[in-house]
């Protein structure tokens, strides 16, 4: 393969590595989020309160 498709494929690889992991974090907030506070989810998973409450509230 020539190195512009490789570097073209390694480039989708790693975006779909990074969607499935934000995918992953985004479920792994909504399951705690179903008995844990805003805020505890933010200390027990270490993630700023704002992006646990972005994510709360896009999937009201």
């Known amino acids: 393969m ?3 498709s490789e570097s ?4 989708g690889i790693e975006k779909g590595v990074q969607q499935g992991t934000q995918q992953g ?3 792994m907030v ?5 008995s844990n506070s805003i805020e505890d989810v933010s200390r027990i998973l270490l993630l700023p309160i ?7 509230n896009e999937n009201k």
């Open 2 to 4: 020539c190195n512009l």
């Open 25 to 27: 974090i985004q479920q």
């Open 8 to 11: 073209i494929e390694q480039r």
């Open 30 to 34: 909504l399951n705690a989020l179903q």
């Open 50 to 56: 704002e992006k646990v409450e972005k994510i709360a």
